[in-house]
């Protein structure tokens, strides 16, 4: 199944398969990691809903929902 | 005017052109003048201090 | 002298290392970009010695804030003889991405597996040999706070240092290896350095480099052009960055062994996460967390036991003397922390230091100078001029360390990156990101380096924003003001509650930046929200020797200044005020015949609308002289308070004893201004306000001046300063001596921010239309 990283729910695990973003913020992500092939875990949002909490390549990333939405994923593991 | 009155008038005056030179100096200098005397850790000017001084030391 | 320069990600560990290696104590934290500036020192133990230099965090080459750019050019241009790159062995994959770029240079490298014990302490192995043998640069495994494998990877360092090496990259399989490899030869021609390095970057669109390979560029795109990939089309950034991850994950990955592990198991960091994050818990908990740091360190009532149980006071125990002294010293010591309540740690601090340490020091001084046989103005001079002053700003020390300490705590933990987690969508409402929290909370301790710190935010609008509103965060040096007028209120109307006062204050500030971050983003600094990306490092047990580094820079910061800047102040405003224009001495009694009162009474209109200013009567002039002199140093408040209270203390004929010295020092000096100028208790915190959030000191004046970068939006910055603090002061004194002008400053606020409103959705309108 697939759908954009803002849709995840928590314990919910991807790939990434694309990063449809522009400029500094499709950098920052693919200095962050988020490269296609990178496995995600949906840690948990914020407490007021956004942002929300991922742990990839080993390490935990914050990132907004209006920036997760630019990654599609793969959902893997419910 | 006892030597102790005139020593502190002397001091006090000492002092103050003192304080004042050195920022004026740390001003022409390019130094930032803030009060960390350029040795605290988070200060980006001790960066610039720090290198005189190690040129000094060797 | 060799330059070996440590880079690496945010909070990998540089400046931990950088304190091991050259025995400074820089600032270090556990949050991603504590570091926004270069900064060097010297290592002693290779056969000669060699500089160090310290860079801000990157994640990759390409930068994206200021501070970054920092590091980059330093790397490309400063020629460097050796990087060290530190590597966090805990977060392996993404760390080598860095890797993978400094690789391309043609600088030596030598990699730093920072924090290895860690990675054993998990059961976890990493296989440095090939690691270095995949790598193809010496690899050596370290820990930089516990000081080990620091020797091997200096010796390593300044081996290579001398050894001449190529780019290497780890993109030959690729499709764009030809391509990266025509452009290389192409810019090798022109005598470029780094050419591999800058034939990456130029092909990946990098923008600096398109500007600084004005003639290669168009070259590279007539290639681009007929090149398709399968995947990722003409994406060529996605191409080399996926490149770079999967080469680290099938080549680097299997250097790791992790034990295996149950999933469900959490780590004790997992554990302080679900809780402080929690859905519903983690703003309560924070909030908490707030209140309990201010409690701490200002609360004279701990946890309001006293007034729960109603303890009977010294004075009830029959402990005091008839003069409210205690009766001996051990009575002097129970005062410390009880009377009647019992005080919160910061506040027994407070009053060993002050009671015990700072009232007996100076109270001794000045007796030996007063018995001395020096004239009355000699006298003068040095008990009022320098020693109250000194005594007054000294005062403070414990409760600023105090409070300092905690927000340490907070920074070393882990828990201050989660606070901008939580706050982000807050934030957002505001225009800002979750990140410009950080520099706000640095700013509960010194606008300077809060200033500084803005370099991690990537909008420019955001950066001017957050660096207008910093001073908003009552500073360390401001808090004397806070807690000693707040203490005189209570002291001599009294009413209230000293610490409820000093929170509201601080509150007060933080409800202005919020509402001026509002009105800049809405009006002068509109633009998008900016993107919030951000590491979230993992929680740990605050390190001892760092609180201690911090606490001791902190003080040293304070002390230092006190006995510089603030004794000059003190000794300028006590000549100002004992001599006339004629160059004539004058008693005490006759201040209002000074230069600074003639001076000052000039300008004591300006602050009539704030309650400080004519309907003060002729004293009145003093609270401007304190404004004034807290430009140069916000400690000045208090000290000019001390210097021109020993005066106003004869005039009114108050008697504090033989010095107005003791342990309420600045509060005693506010004491006789309130009797000498009848200043009501609205205008009193109309002036803890303007001082607040007025223009702040000449340091941070001069920070934001260097920071901002920019003439125009400088100037516009210092009149931002002067006029919120002047309507803050003006609302907080009507409101407080006329109750009916609320419904006036309601009326004036709805008005301008509908018509902000109005105007925003009028110009957004017509933009459509074009």
Known sequence: ?78 | MSVWEIISIVACSLFVIGVITSRVVKRIKGKPTCDCGCDCAHCSGCYHSKVDKTKKDN | MKKIVLAGNPNCGKTTLFNSLTGSTAHVGNWPGVTVDKRDGVYKKTPENVAIIDLPGIYSLSPYTPEEIISRNYILYEKPDCIINIVDSTNLERNLYLTTQLLETDVPVVVALNMIDVVNKNGDKIDVKALEDKLGVPVVAISALKEKGLKELMDKAYEESRVVREGTTVLTDTPLARLIDDVKTALKKQNVENPLFHAIKLVENDSMELNTHKETAPMVEEFKKTFEDNTFGKDFEAIIADGRYKYISKNFAQTVTKKEKDKLKMTPSDKADKVLTHKIWGIPIFLLVLFAIFHLTFAEDFLYLGAIFNFPTLEELGLLTEDGEPINFGVQLLSTFYDGQIASPGIFIDHIWNDLIIGNLFGWLGGLVEDSSLSQWAIGLINNGILEGIAAVLSFLPCILTLFLFFSILEDSGYMARIAFILDKMFRRFGLSGRAFMPMIMGFGCSVPAMINTRTLADDKERTATVRVIPFFSCGAKLPILTAVAGAIVVYFGVGNADLITYGMYLLGIVAAIASVLLMRSTSLKGETPPFIMELPSYHTPQFKNLMAHLWDKGKHFVKKAFTIIIASTIVIWLLSHFSFAWQFLEDEQINDSILADVSKFVQPLFTPLGFGSQLGQYGWVFVVAVVAGLIAKENVIATFATLAACLTAVVGMDFGELAIDAEDGIDAVQSMIMATGITIPALISFIAFNMTTIPCFAAVGTAKAELGNKKSFKGTLLFWFLSSYIIGAMVYTVGSWWWTTFIWTLAIAITVMGIVFRNKHNKVGRNQL
């Open chain 1, 1 to 78: 199944m697939n759908k954009t990283l803002d849709q995840f729910s928590i314990g919910e695990t991807g790939i990434v398969k694309a990063v449809i973003a522009e400029g500094k913020i499709k950098r920052r992500l693919f200095d962050m990691g988020i490269t296609p092939g990178a496995e995600v875990f949906m840690r948990k949002r914020a407490p007021l809903g956004d942002p929300i909490e991922i742990t990839l390549r080993g390490y935990e990333l914050t990132l907004r929902k209006s920036e997760a939405a630019c990654v599609n994923m793969e959902v893997t593991d419910k």
